[in-house]
T-cell receptor, first 115, second 108 residues
């Protein structure tokens, strides 16, 4: 069964360092998303991506964040200069259809720890 | 103003009982509603979606939607210990909003 894969599963970094989280969405899906979940808190929307551009982003997704689809398969989230409060689980998700009908298929997540 | 609200719980029910999970949302224009289950340390997985007012049944799960009241619920019949997880209500408005989740424990 196709699945969304994320790497790394866990990354530890120093405050101020750049981090790139990688995702391989399901191959025939059109919509891609990043969410984060701070420990014990809710799943928060960061950004959605469609047709090689950002379609929506939340107020969390500030200039420190960027997304890219560098080739036909990978979808990356970059955090330019990490802060302590960026420590969270980051989930990538993809969806085959439009926002209104699409089930989100989540990857297993990348846990980011900023020291 | 919170887009999606859920009781955080924890909700405890005995095995075999009905678990009732509730969710309210603020965006009256929302059209699609989802229930996801999240085991501790794992990613959310879809249980059910509902678009129309009324009930939708899938096995032991029933989703109920009342757009006039901006309310969506999930009933789990014959609850099993494996149903113990956090249940996330998700609503599609301008974005795909998740509630904070309700923690459910099914006691054997």
């Amino acid at each position: 069964e196709p699945e969304v894969t994320q790497t790394p599963s866990h990354q530890v970094t120093q405050m101020g360092q750049e981090v790139i989280l990688r995702c391989v969405p399901i191959s025939n899906h059109l919509y891609f998303y990043w969410y984060r979940q701070i420990l014990g808190q809710k799943v928060e929307f960061l950004v959605s991506f469609y047709n090689n551009e950002i379609s929506e982003k939340s107020e969390i997704f500030d200039d420190q964040f960027s997304v890219e689809r560098p080739d036909g398969s990978n979808f990356t989230l970059k955090i330019r200069s990490t802060k302590l409060e960026d420590s969270a689980m980051y989930f990538c998700a993809s969806s085959p259809g439009t926002r209104l009908t699409g089930e989100l298929f989540f990857g297993e997540g990348s846990r980011l720890t900023v020291l | 103003q919170k887009e999606v609200e859920q009781n955080s719980g924890p909700l405890s029910v005995p095995e075999g009982a009905i678990a009732s999970l509730n969710c309210t949302y603020s965006d009256r224009g929302s059209q699609s509603f989802f229930w996801y289950r999240q085991y501790s340390g794992k990613s959310p997985e879809l249980i059910m979606f509902i678009y129309s007012n009324g009930d939708k049944e899938d096995g032991r799960f029933t989703a109920q939607l009342n757009k006039a009241s901006q309310y969506v619920s999930l009933l789990i019949r014959d609850s099993q210990p494996s149903d113990s997880a956090t249940y996330l209500c998700a609503v599609i408005g301008n974005q795909f909003y998740f509630g904070t989740g309700t923690s459910l424990t099914v006691i054997p």
